[in-house]
């Protein structure tokens, strides 16, 4: 059978089978205490990474394997890349139909743009802010701004669907969301915005926000849910705000890049072994 096609088959199953699993295994995350954005996104994507050494330790193995192919796969590895395939396309339709949908959305303070982002704020909001309460939303939107955070969340909604149809991930997602939002907020607090003015923003912009329509933007009123818990935080009724993010995560970023380089070598090393201990794959 040719590389290639064996290749094909099998990244696309395995992939499919270690990112549910990985999703599987953390359906309950979302019920943890509020984490920092790191953690919370770290949550997220996990599965992805979980699914990414598994396409390294393919690539490693492909290195080494004549061409054709010395193993062959079975109809059940045929239909689980059939079916990771299919959820793969629904994952980029929806991934499109955000990006188109965004150039028409209305938000009362709210950051749009995947790749030039930049600040968009209602009549009706400028109209009932105060400069103050002004400033407040276009602090915290302007953090939004520095962080891509459009492209961010359009990234993340990307990564959810991928997980589908496991129960759990739009818990995660959520939980994301509002972690950034809650960033975000300590950010605007960090360049000297007043907690009562941000707090007012938000309340605000939720108001405003009620009936419009949604699409793919960093809002201000965004995570809707989380809204009472942000104006809480922002008054001190839940604890500390503005607690400095964690410095250690370029250790997790560094660690991620010698996993993935160490799957490569494994597939080099031990590929033909490995691969041939999964079922329905044979000589």
Request: charged share 20%; aromatic share 8%; with cysteine.
């Amino acid at each position: 059978m040719a590389l290639e096609a064996v290749l094909v088959v099998v990244a696309t199953a395995l992939f499919g089978v270690v990112v549910w699993i990985a999703a599987f295994l953390l359906r309950r995350a979302w019920l943890r205490s509020r984490d920092p954005e790191p953690l919370a996104w770290w949550r997220l994507v996990f599965p992805l990474f979980a699914g990414a050494v598994v396409l390294a330790f393919l690539i490693g193995w492909a290195l080494q394997e004549p061409n054709p192919a010395d193993e062959q796969t079975g109809i059940g590895l045929l239909v689980l890349a059939t079916l990771t395939a299919g959820i793969s396309l629904r994952a980029l339709i929806r991934s499109a139909h955000a990006v188109r949908s965004s150039a028409v959305a209305r938000v009362a303070v709210g950051t749009v743009g995947l790749v030039k982002p930049e600040v968009i704020v209602s009549e009706e909001f400028e109209r009932i802010a105060s400069r103050t309460v002004l400033a407040a939303a276009i602090a915290h939107e302007t953090a939004h701004v520095r962080g891509l955070d459009p492209l961010r969340i359009w990234f993340a909604q990307l990564a959810a669907d991928l997980q589908w149809p496991i129960p759990g991930t739009d818990r995660r997602f959520s939980a994301w969301l509002l972690a950034l939002e809650a960033e975000r907020d300590d950010e605007a607090l960090a360049a000297g915005t007043a907690a009562e003015d941000l707090a007012e923003a938000i309340l605000n912009a939720a108001r405003l926000q009620c009936g419009l329509a949604t699409a793919l933007c960093a809002s201000m009123a965004g995570a809707g849910d989380g809204i009472g818990w942000r104006v809480r935080r922002l008054l001190a009724a839940d604890g500390p705000v503005g607690a400095a993010r964690p410095r250690a995560f370029w250790v997790v970023r560094v660690s991620c890049g010698a996993i993935l380089v160490g799957a490569v070598w494994l597939g080099l090393t031990y590929g033909d072994a490995l691969l041939r201990m999964v079922p329905g794959i044979g000589p």
